[in-house]
Structure formats: structure tokens, C-alpha cells
């Protein structure tokens, strides 16, 4: 199983539109994030966890084929507003969404056109599907268990695959929900910054703390700020075992 990181950056992206930081003004491609998103992919397989505002940008580095399902944490812009941009694939048949209730719901009211009755000619053809945390489900040769996390007071999905887990915008999780993610060997977990608490999201320590917690034997932190610092710099303030991640990185599962 491959996984591409389509975008590492959180919901103003990096650089921020404005800002002269360091970080915004860095020339390393790696401070250079887009909003999250992952590809999960086997040779059969191809699987989109969230379809954000920058998805053609991030889908047009990639080959051109079939996306057989997109994973849908929660229905936040940065994580759905690019999803009128999958027409092209549309070719290849209707493209399954899978959400919780409440994204499914923010979906139909972000995209009415998209499920009207009598649909304008060329809007994606979606198949909306409504999934639950802790039911497992498979799409194609991919088995995939969503995880109910909080997104501050918003109960959001991440999403587990055998060994490898998807986490983004977590602020906490239930203890029931963390026991789904047991043993997981490479997690990738949101994390804004080291320092200045966030309501809705994790700091650094928290995350390392969560994939300690789970045993995890690799942690790659996505979902991160201009705040964070510089990529390089960042890395060296983490734990042997955690890295940032960074826009077009590859991971074999």
C-alpha cells in the first residue's frame, strides 16, 4: 500500500496569504503546504481521504486514473471544497463519498446542485454513502475502519488501515475509539504547533503523547501552521521516532 501526502498544512495553508514569516518566506519546497490530504493507493486501489480547496492543484502531479472511493473526516471547507473538482473523473463512472452524518449533511448543503433532483449537465456525479465510526468497511482490496475523534466539540472520523492510520484535526478521542487504533505501526496525526493551545486541535506534545499511547513505531505530523517553524528545524525539536511530514512524500505500507 503506497501513500502520497497531497497536502500537510491546515485550513490557511503555507505560505499564508500576507504573511512575511520565515517560514512563509522559505525557498525550501518542504514549508510549502497545501490543505491535507492523503492518497492511499494499492495496484488495484485507489483511495482520496478528503477533497480540499487545493485538489486540483495536488491531483494534477499525479497519474490520471480511476479514484474508486474519497473518505470524508468531516465536511470543513479545507477539507471539502475542492470536491466539485473531481468531475474529470467522473468518466470512469459515479465517484463514491463516504462520511459521518453530519459531513454527509454539510456535503449536501455545501453541494445542493450536486444531489438536485433534476442535476445540471456536468456536475460530479457523486454517490453519497453515510458510515460510522467503529464499522469496518472495505473499498476494493482496502479494509478501512473509521474512528470517531473530537475535533474540539465536533465529532469528526479518522481512518485506520491495518497498520497504518489516518489522523487529522483532533483535539481528543474517547478511550473506546483509541482502542480501535491499538497497534497501528505508522500513524500520521495532526499537530498546529509546539506551543499556544488550540480549542479545536493538538499541540506537538499531545500528539506524541497519542501515538505513544498506541504503540506506534513511526509518527509523520500533518495538519501543522506557519507556527510550527521551519521544516528542518522542526524535525530536530521531535522525537527519533516522529517527523513532519511534508507535501509529496511517499509512504510503503
Sequence with gaps: MRITF?????SCGVPVIGCQCDVCTSGDAKDQRLR???????DDTRILVDCGPDFRQQI??????RI????????HYDHVGGMDDIRPYCQFGEINVYADHEACRGMLQMLPYCFAKNRYPGVPAIGLHEIKAGTPMTIGDIDILPVRVMHGQLPI????????AYVTDMKTIDDNQAELLVGVEVLVVNALRFDKPHHAHQLVDDAVAFARRLGARRTLITHVCHDIGLHDDANRRMPNDVELAYDGQQLFI
Excluded at 497531497?6 to 491546515?10: A, I, K, M, R, V
Aim: charged residues 20%; glycine residues 14%.
Design 60 to 65: 494534477l502531479r499525479q497519474p490520471f486514473r
Design 157 to 164: 472520523l479518522g481512518y485506520r488501515f491495518g497498520r497504518f
Design 6 to 10: 497531497l497536502g500537510t498544512g491546515t
Design 68 to 75: 474508486d472511493g474519497i473518505l470524508v473526516t468531516h465536511s
Design 36 to 42: 491535507c490530504s492523503i492518497l492511499v493507493e494499492t
